[in-house]
């Protein structure tokens, strides 16, 4: 499974951002993709996640601000980032799991006026 994950960028305090993350390869098996991020320094944390069938996990600090979704079709997972703060700065990472997790490359995104 290869990921190609898009999207990050700058933007301002209170602004939106959306990432986009495509799957290829053998795909059929992939169960549930996400989001994480990791800030220098610091563990790479779980960010959002969303099952084949549609079930959805958050962290606690991205509730009622971010919004992950899923393509089947497409195997693509989204992440719509709304009110970003400053302290939404760091790499994110697109995740899918089948029998062992695969990871994208990076996309930075940075909050900052």
């Known amino acids: 499974v290869q990921l190609q994950a898009f999207g990050g960028g700058l933007v301002q305090p209170g602004g939106s951002l959306r990432l986009s993350c495509a799957a290829s390869?053998?795909?059929?098996?992939?169960?549930?993709m996400g989001w994480y991020r990791q800030a220098p320094g610091k563990q790479r944390e779980l960010v959002a996640s969303?099952?084949?069938?549609?079930?959805?996990t958050y962290a606690d600090s991205v509730k009622g601000r971010f919004t992950i979704s899923r393509d089947n079709a497409k195997s693509t997972v989204y992440l719509q980032m709304s009110s970003l703060k400053p302290e939404d700065t760091t790499v994110y990472y697109c995740?899918?799991?089948?029998?062992?997790?695969?990871w994208g490359q990076g996309t930075q995104v940075t909050v900052s006026s």
């Open positions: 969303i099952t084949r069938g549609g079930t959805t």
């Open positions: 390869g053998s795909i059929s098996g992939i169960n549930t």
């Open positions: 995740n899918a799991n089948t029998i062992r997790g695969y």
